[in-house]
């Protein structure tokens, strides 16, 4: 190819309108007669409801229903959870849409009213009545399964939500002959995801048709439809699920919620639109959190440094019921990565899922991995310091050594392409680690406190050959989609089955298809997000939509210039097999004159008067595409803090991200993508944090209380990269979605503790607020 | 997020701000609304009416004067960081308004709604306790006070969310002294990481002549509802020269001055606070003496 715009930093063709506010969200659809609904959520953690008193809240202003758990009994099935990893005994309890006899969490729906405005609906909400009889809350996992504990579900004793083991090479064996064993104890802290747009539902039923249509903010709009079907019985055909613009998710709208269920509920019984749009308080208490682990880690080495064994024993809280994809999260997605980028012959992971009266948890950005590399890397800095050995020595002496198709690991799983040590050499010599560490020992003198945080990853996204999902125990399909469709005039549509929310593969995905037709990026527009335009698809999360959905818009690329050549020989009147293409032409072989460009070949199919014979109409391609694995980005990720010990403060000095995800086909994208994942990252390790009391009672219920990053709090971040392609997919590229917040956190983390080394501090829990370093280093507990 | 039910009423002096109080008994004053309204969403308070002061231009403005600095109580704190009066006259006010909270706060909250409002978080009550600001309010008058008063910053902060103010009275003004020459003033503040209100602040102001401190006026905030007077520190520093330790050993005496007990929660603890005490006095103290960056 002559010009390629595969690589090339193009600006985001999504964002003019999100600038400018011509985007359209779904608290933004307004229908004819539409409703409002305010769901009423339960102020206890843990309560049996005695009776619900709805009659004030019927006869205030504006008030057209109200509906309680016994009106959506037997109407509404419960909300399933998508993902049942098999061979762990996995609780599925029943999840109603709105409890009638149980609340568990501070935040699960007890009535919803339904009102001709918004006001009206919240003013009606305080007027329900809800007589509750307390019962005991529990917030920690681990004591959740101490006896004696308050039971949340009748069919799962002890609150197990599941137990789920997995190992490889002979663990027990490592540890007993271990030189060396190192042994730490981590709390991943509850995060709360905090997507800019807040959830929102608008569901409109036709009784005289029988069809739903509902806009959603989702991640996958394919899944909300299957689920919508599920619970609500509408068939699915019947049903139309739209995400228009989706304001970030990070995750937290991959699943899918009780509160759109709701709201598809409310319509059907009145016939009306009816909108609900939660609050930021709401989102709080009642969108998924992430995290929330008590883990017992442990790594077995020689004197040499050579790590023999791994083994874990984690209590990974799922919240009071188990979100959609729960239970794949703290097993599949942590588990199997646990080796990273090391070689690791005997790895075993031991997961407890555990029901707790707290607001439910699942996918949250780098989900499983970040705490699978947290632990691991916390364990290397942990052998290195018993050793008395260098954080990245240690490292280097068990990185798996370049590979550039298909490794295995103890943990049964083929990474497919590594070259760990390219990026771990290019980090360390962009920041001059030894100079670092000179300055480091130099300020030590004048008790100024300066920590490095040096951090090799490789993580498991792609999501993935749904053979695998299915062994998993994972409801769906993990291929993707792309239909192309060219108009007469030339210009193309590509419907895809993933659902972009912020990614950018509006641009990424016009420019694979502009480099493989050679088409204008501005003559191509991505249509997605709507079950009614698009081909099924299985949305946007775990890092799967340029490596699974991007292969697929290649294929259909594919065959339409396979098309096209064909109809090109036709009107050159030239053999098939004679026919060349490049760049947007077909010409035949030799004589680059005579030419059609997929212009004239897009109008021609589109008229159709002059066509070899049996040939259909149209330039239209559909590609479906099953990865044969996941795919493993990887890097080096460095971060550099200085810690002031008379209060406890913490400035993260610069940072520095190494990543390799394969060919970029937009690196101003994939450095935004990292930007913000390091930024997620940092939130983890320096300042987020879900508080609850010991009633369950949520504290950080705000933006007031709960810290995120903001712009400066934080050092430029610094993105260089390196390509290793995936042998797997045509066009060799790995996600980049997850990688800053999978390594960032634990980067900044080990940063902070080598910087606090010489004042006798080895562990902290997270965040790593003022208060905490400044208790650890005047040691009063 | 949805604020109950709520009349609104719109002002245009003061004294019909004030006859307005009285009219409706159940009524708040709305300046910026920055307090109030996240108040009124969470519904944790639920006035019947609003009374919108936002419009009044005799509350507004700043005016600089022999002795003293008059901010209208409805100057933002944007307007107050931005002046350049004030930057003349007394630079440590425009310096503390330049650090509240992000600049949507600061454009639209006021210097007068914060220190009615009385939070104990607040950046103003320390700041003007130190400086021994006067508040100026106007009342209907009556047989138990004239209609209009000036009351001392330790008379005008009264505890939690509470302040001097007496029922139908509006805040209109509040007096700086303007510095002296011989005069140095200082605010540190440890941030919230989430809201950016002070956890702990400290605020100096002291008279340096012939290189020894000849007076002293500090102010504690973030310790207990209101901002202390940190008086052993005060009479620690006079007569002393100024330097890394005088000011350092000085500062260290804040924990006489907080007995009883402190404010504490789960992102900073009583004894936290009362540490940062010392370090953030000690910060403002470097500052203003010149051997501390900000
Ligand atoms: C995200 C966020 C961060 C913040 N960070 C900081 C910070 O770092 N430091 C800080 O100090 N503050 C901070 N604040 C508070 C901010 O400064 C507010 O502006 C201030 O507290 C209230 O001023 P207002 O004009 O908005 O008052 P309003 O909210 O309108 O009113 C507050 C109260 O004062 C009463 N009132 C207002 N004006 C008068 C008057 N003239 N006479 C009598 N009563 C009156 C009202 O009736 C009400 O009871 C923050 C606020 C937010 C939302």
Redesign the pocket.
Not at chain 2, 121 to 125: K, L, R, T, V
């Given at each position: 190819m002559t010009s390629r715009i595969f690589g090339s930093g193009i600006r985001r063709r999504e964002d003019p309108r999100l600038i400018t506010g011509q985007a359209t969200y779904t608290d933004d659809i307004k229908l004819q007669h539409m409703a409002y609904a305010a769901i009423k959520r339960s102020p206890h953690a843990h309560a049996r409801i005695r009776s619900v008193d709805t009659s004030a809240a019927l006869s205030a202003p504006g008030v057209v229903a109200v509906y309680t758990g016994a009106d959506t009994d037997g109407v509404l099935n419960p909300i399933p959870c998508a993902w049942v990893v098999p061979d762990s005994d996995v609780k599925t309890v029943p999840h109603p849409a709105i409890a009638k006899d149980v609340v568990r969490y501070v935040g699960d729906a007890v009535a919803v009213v339904v009102a001709e405005s918004r006001y009206q609906a919240e003013d009606a909400i305080d007027l329900i009545n809800v007589d509750y009889e307390t019962l005991p809350a529990v917030v920690n996992p681990e004591a959740a399964m101490q006896d004696g504990a308050p039971q949340l579900h009748e069919d799962a004793p002890n609150n197990q939500a599941f137990h789920w083991v997995a190992s490889g090479g002979d663990t027990d064996a490592a540890f007993s002959s271990a030189e060396v064993v190192v042994r730490e104890t981590i709390i991943q802290q509850k995060l709360i995801p905090n997507a800019i747009e807040p959830r929102s539902a608008v569901a409109t039923w036709l009784s005289a048709t029988g069809e739903l249509t509902l806009w959603s903010s989702s991640q996958n709009p394919h899944i909300c439809r299957f689920v919508t079907f599920l619970v609500t019985g509408v068939p699915e055909h019947k049903i139309r699920v739209i995400a228009p613009e989706v304001g970030g998710g990070f995750g937290s709208k991959t699943p899918i919620y009780a509160d759109e269920m709701i709201a598809c509920f409310c319509s059907m019984r009145l016939g009306r639109p009816v909108k609900w749009t939660e609050t930021r308080s709401e989102n709080y208490q009642a969108t998924i959190h992430g995290r929330d682990h008590v883990e017992y880690v442990e790594l077995a080495a020689t004197r040499e440094g050579k790590i023999t064994g791994l083994r874990t024993k984690v209590y990974a809280a799922m919240g009071a019921y188990l979100s959609t994809a729960a239970t794949g999260i703290p097993t599949i997605l942590h588990g199997l990565i646990y080796a990273g980028t090391y070689d690791i012959p005997n790895v075993k992971a031991d997961i407890y899922g555990v029901f707790t009266t707290t607001t439910p948890v699942d996918l949250y950005r780098g989900a499983g991995r970040p705490e699978a590399t947290f632990l691991l890397e916390r364990l290397v800095n942990l052998l290195a310091d018993e050793l008395g050995l260098d954080p990245v020595e240690v490292r280097r002496r068990n990185l798996i050594p370049k590979f550039e198709d298909g490794h295995d690991v103890a943990m049964g799983i083929t990474y497919d392409s590594g070259d760990y040590e390219l990026t771990l050499d290019m980090a360390l010599e962009h920041v001059n680690y030894q100079q670092l560490r000179e300055e480091q020992a130099r300020l030590r003198e004048s008790n100024q406190y300066m920590g490095i945080g040096v951090t090799c990853y490789c993580e498991i996204c792609g999501l993935g050959p749904s053979q695998v999902a299915h062994a998993v125990g994972f409801g769906a399909g993990l291929w993707e989609s792309a239909t192309i469709r060219f108009h007469p005039t030339g210009t193309v549509n590509i419907f895809v089955g993933t659902s972009p929310h912020g990614q950018g593969e509006e641009t990424t995905f016009a420019q694979i298809l502009s480099d493989e037709l050679g088409v204008a990026v501005d003559d191509i527009e991505v249509i997605h997000g709507d079950t009614d335009t698009t081909p099924q698809g299985w949305g946007t999360y775990g890092s799967r939509t340029t490596a699974v959905g991007g292969v697929a818009v290649a294929l259909a690329a594919r065959k339409i210039r396979d098309k096209g050549k064909a109809l090109a020989a036709h009107l050159l009147e030239a053999a098939e097999a004679d026919i060349e293409y490049e760049d947007g032409k077909f010409f035949v072989r030799g004589s680059p004159d005579q030419s059609k460009t997929i212009q004239d070949i897009a109008l021609m199919a589109n008229l159709a008067y002059d066509m070899p014979e049996g040939m259909e109409p149209g330039l239209e391609a559909s590609a479906f595409y099953d990865p044969p694995n996941f795919t493993y980005p990887f890097g080096t990720h460095v971060a550099v803090v200085m810690v002031d010990p008379e209060n406890g403060h913490i400035e993260l000095r610069s940072y520095l991200a190494v990543d390799d995800c394969g060919p970029q086909i937009n690196p101003v994208i994939v450095a935004g993508q990292v930007h913000g994942g390091v930024v997620q990252g940092a939130g983890q390790a320096l300042w987020e944090g879900a508080v609850y009391d010991d009633n369950g009672q949520l504290l950080t219920g705000s933006?007031?209380d709960y810290a995120l990053p903001r712009a400066h709090m934080l050092p430029d971040i610094e993105t260089l990269s390196t390509v290793t392609p995936s042998p797997h997919n045509p066009l060799g590229v790995k996600g980049i979605g997850e990688t800053g917040t999978i390594a960032s956190t634990i980067t900044i983390y080990n940063a902070v503790l080598d910087a606090l080394k010489p004042l006798g501090v080895t562990h902290l829990d997270m965040p790593l607020t003022s208060e905490k370093v400044w208790r650890a280093i005047h040691q009063r507990g | 997020m949805y604020a109950a039910e709520f009349d609104y009423h719109k002002a245009s002096s003061v004294a019909e701000?004030i006859q307005m109080l009285g009219q409706y008994p159940d009524a708040?004053?709305?300046?910026?609304?920055?307090?109030?309204?996240?108040?009124l969403k969470m519904r944790l308070?639920n006035p019947t009416a609003l009374i919108d002061?936002g419009g009044i231009s005799e509350?507004k403005g700043i005016t600089v004067n022999d002795g003293t600095v008059t901010i209208g109580?409805?100057t933002?704190?944007q307007e107050i960081a931005a002046s350049q009066d004030i930057q003349n006259a007394c630079m440590v006010v425009a310096e503390a308004a330049e650090?509240?909270?992000?600049p949507?706060?600061?454009n639209?909250?006021?210097?007068?709604?914060?220190?009615?409002?009385s939070?104990p978080?607040?950046?103003?009550?320390t700041v003007l306790t130190a400086l021994n600001a006067r508040f100026v309010?106007q009342g209907p008058g009556g047989i138990t006070h004239r209609a209009t008063r000036t009351v001392n910053a330790s008379d005008f902060f009264k505890g939690l969310f509470e302040t001097d103010?007496k029922e139908n009275?509006?805040?209109?003004a509040i007096e700086v002294p303007r510095l002296n020459s011989n005069q140095l003033a200082e605010y540190a503040?440890m941030?919230?990481p989430a809201?950016?209100?002070?956890v702990v602040g400290a605020s100096v102001v002291i008279t340096v002549e012939n290189d020894r401190c000849t007076a002293a006026s500090i102010a504690v905030g973030g310790m207990v509802p209101n901002p202390i007077r940190a008086s052993s520190v005060e009479s620690a520093l006079v007569g002393q020269q100024l330097n890394a330790e005088s000011v350092r050993a000085a500062a260290d005496l804040v924990a006489n001055d907080l007995s009883g007990s402190l404010m504490g929660d789960f992102y900073a603890s009583a004894d936290y606070r009362k540490a940062m005490a010392a370090v953030e006095t000690r910060h403002a103290l470097m500052h203003a003496i010149g051997l501390a960056h900000h």
């Open positions: 933006m007031m | 701000a708040k004053l709305l300046a910026g609304g920055h307090s109030l309204l996240p108040m308070a002061i509350l109580a409805l933002t704190h650090g509240i909270g992000d949507q706060v600061r639209r909250g006021t210097i007068g709604g914060n220190v009615v409002h939070d978080a607040s950046d103003w009550p309010i103010l009275e509006v805040l209109t503040k941030a919230h809201s950016f209100y002070a």
